[in-house]
């Protein structure tokens, strides 16, 4: 069987409940023998400036050195199991960030962490991140609960 997907998107919060996802999008790289890549994004913070500050720019750089080393645990896995890996943090919004790097980089899948809509609850559970990603997106997402 050909591999069907070459370049798979995982966005990351380097939390647990990323596992699930994590342990999925690596089968299916494995299985493909697909590059991966393990996006982070640190949500900015308005200001109401166009660039921020130096103290909520020291911010984004400690954030960002703490996440260097989560990252490079992630990513190791999959160095290990022969694929080819890139780990990337960038400092934005999220869905702008999710949305804007699939298409350049050639990304035919992204494997993410969502969580269960509660019907009694629609208009605070429905607009997540992970359904946004799902609809802006051209490639097919896979959404892990």
Request: no cysteine; glycine share 2%; aromatic share 4%.
């Given at each position: 069987m050909l591999p069907r997907f070459h370049h798979i998107l995982i966005p990351v919060d380097a939390v647990p409940k990323d596992n699930a996802a994590i342990d999925i999008a690596f089968?299916?790289?494995?299985?493909?023998?697909?590059?991966?890549?393990?996006?982070?994004?640190?949500?900015?913070?308005?200001?109401?400036?166009?660039?921020?500050?130096?103290?909520?720019?020291?911010?984004?750089?400690?954030?960002?050195?703490?996440?260097?080393?989560?990252?490079?645990?992630?990513?190791?896995?999959?160095?290990?199991?022969?694929?080819?890996?890139?780990?990337r943090i960038r400092v934005g919004d999220r869905l702008e960030e999710i949305v804007g790097f699939a298409e350049p980089h050639g990304v035919d899948l992204i494997v993410m962490s969502s969580h269960r809509i509660d019907p009694n609850r629609l208009a605070e559970t429905w607009g997540t991140l992970s359904y946004k990603v799902s609809v802006l997106c051209e490639c097919p997402i896979l959404l892990v609960k």
């Open positions: 089968e299916l790289a494995v299985e493909n023998k697909a590059r991966v890549s393990l996006l982070h994004v640190i949500q900015t913070i308005s200001t109401g400036e166009d660039s921020p500050d130096h103290e909520t720019q020291q911010f984004y750089d400690r954030v960002q050195q703490r996440l260097e080393v989560d990252m490079e645990r992630l990513s190791q896995r999959f160095a290990d199991a022969k694929l080819a890996v890139d780990a």
